[in-house]
């Protein structure tokens, strides 16, 4: 793998404190959800109970335990819970979680799947954020603790809506990376690519979730004969001397600077882009892609960008 920083990184493993779901400012605050499309029934409540109902109509979820809990920071954890047999979802998919709340009603989010396809275990990465009512409940899950799971997955943002391509770009905000995990777990895509370009942009160099998992990726067992080569460019944006890269990923991107540090081309004719995370570097991005001449798939055709718009 090329990693082209100079950030020594330490996972913090506890679980975390408080957090409040609210609207976030750039720079890159992230969803507390990942890159997860909030669909018309994500905030539909829904009552506990047995997973048959009394009339033999299956339920739309199921019941998962938590496995573990890992704290990156204060304010952001990932969790591993038990997996449904026939929960399926494609890398870059999201799923629908379920908590229940002081008045007994059951709050749904979306967020996007960090484990790989092949896993026997579910894996998201989340912000806590004060007050929320999603929040309010993930911070009291402990090891052991049962959620609900929708048994649907959903999202567009997979490999498959984008056009033959030599190098992947993977462009994300804070929680924002969680899908591109679960992406770069594939096998597929390392035997797809030549060349896979990670780049991740959060405040604080502790917010770079996954870091050393990222680094091992080259050497896991089912990635190690694809032909594809990893860079990893992480980007702390107010921590000085954490990272060599230190603007907003749209800068980077219009100045030069990232294809720079990447070694590798931001072109139409050999790129492929994928983005996700704050709303703002997404539309900037957006529009310095379409400058560029790539175009998102619709109706059937392939696209060399693909967004996912969970705002």
């Given at each position: 793998?090329?990693?082209?920083?100079?950030?020594?990184?330490?996972?913090v493993?506890?679980?975390?404190?408080?957090?409040k779901?609210?609207?976030m400012?750039y720079?890159?605050?992230?969803d507390?959800?990942?890159?997860?499309?909030?669909s018309?029934?994500?905030?539909?409540?829904?009552?506990?109970?047995?997973?048959?109902?009394?009339?033999?109509?299956?339920?739309?979820?199921?019941?998962?335990?938590?496995?573990?809990?890992?704290?990156?920071?204060?304010?952001?954890?990932?969790?591993?819970?038990?997996r449904?047999?026939?929960f399926?979802?494609?890398?870059?998919?999201y799923?629908?979680?379920?908590l229940t709340?002081?008045?007994?009603?059951?709050?749904?989010?979306?967020?996007?799947?960090?484990?790989?396809?092949?896993?026997e275990y579910?894996?998201?990465?989340a912000?806590l954020v004060?007050?929320?009512?999603?929040?309010?409940?993930?911070?009291?899950?402990?090891?052991g603790?049962?959620?609900?799971?929708?048994?649907?997955?959903?999202?567009?943002?997979?490999v498959?809506?984008?056009?033959?391509?030599?190098d992947?770009?993977?462009?994300?905000?804070g929680t924002?990376?969680?899908p591109?995990?679960?992406?770069l777990?594939?096998?597929?895509?390392?035997?797809?690519?030549?060349?896979?370009?990670?780049?991740?942009?959060?405040?604080?160099?502790?917010?770079?979730?996954?870091?050393?998992?990222?680094?091992?990726?080259?050497?896991?067992?089912?990635?190690?004969?694809?032909?594809?080569?990893?860079?990893?460019?992480p980007?702390?944006?107010?921590?000085?001397?954490?990272t060599?890269?230190?603007?907003?990923?749209?800068?980077?991107?219009?100045?030069?600077?990232?294809?720079?540090?990447?070694?590798?081309?931001?072109?139409?004719?050999?790129?492929?882009?994928?983005?996700?995370?704050?709303?703002?570097m997404a539309?900037?991005?957006?529009?310095?892609?379409?400058?560029?001449?790539?175009?998102?798939?619709?109706r059937?055709?392939?696209?060399?960008?693909?967004?996912?718009?969970?705002?």
């Amino acid at each position: 793998m090329v990693q082209r920083d100079r950030l020594n990184f330490t996972a913090v493993a506890a679980v975390t404190t408080q957090h409040k779901e609210a609207a976030m400012d750039y720079d890159p605050e992230p969803d507390p959800r990942g890159c997860a499309v909030p669909s018309a029934a994500a905030g539909a409540q829904a009552s506990g109970g047995s997973v048959d109902r009394n009339d033999g109509e299956q339920e739309k979820w199921t019941y998962e335990r938590v496995l573990s809990l890992r704290s990156w920071t204060p304010r952001q954890l990932s969790f591993r819970t038990t997996r449904s047999p026939s929960f399926r979802f494609t890398p870059g998919h999201y799923a629908r979680l379920g908590l229940t709340g002081p008045d007994g009603n059951v709050v749904w989010r979306p967020y996007s799947v960090v484990s790989a396809a092949y896993d026997e275990y579910l894996e998201f990465l989340a912000i806590l954020v004060p007050e929320g009512a999603f929040s309010t409940g993930l911070e009291k899950l402990r090891v052991g603790d049962a959620l609900q799971v929708d048994k649907a997955s959903y999202g567009f943002l997979t490999v498959d809506h984008l056009a033959p391509g030599r190098d992947l770009w993977l462009i994300a905000s804070g929680t924002g990376l969680g899908p591109f995990l679960s992406i770069l777990r594939d096998p597929a895509v390392w035997q797809r690519f030549e060349r896979l370009v990670v780049v991740h942009s959060v405040r604080q160099a502790a917010e770079l979730a996954y870091r050393d998992e990222i680094a091992a990726l080259p050497q896991h067992p089912l990635l190690a004969e694809g032909r594809a080569e990893l860079v990893y460019l992480p980007v702390v944006t107010r921590e000085p001397g954490a990272t060599v890269l230190t603007a907003r990923i749209p800068q980077l991107a219009s100045d030069g600077r990232l294809e720079a540090a990447a070694g590798v081309p931001l072109d139409v004719a050999t790129a492929r882009v994928m983005v996700c995370g704050n709303p703002e570097m997404a539309q900037a991005m957006r529009q310095l892609l379409r400058e560029r001449g790539f175009a998102t798939g619709r109706r059937g055709i392939l696209g060399q960008m693909a967004f996912e718009n969970y705002w």
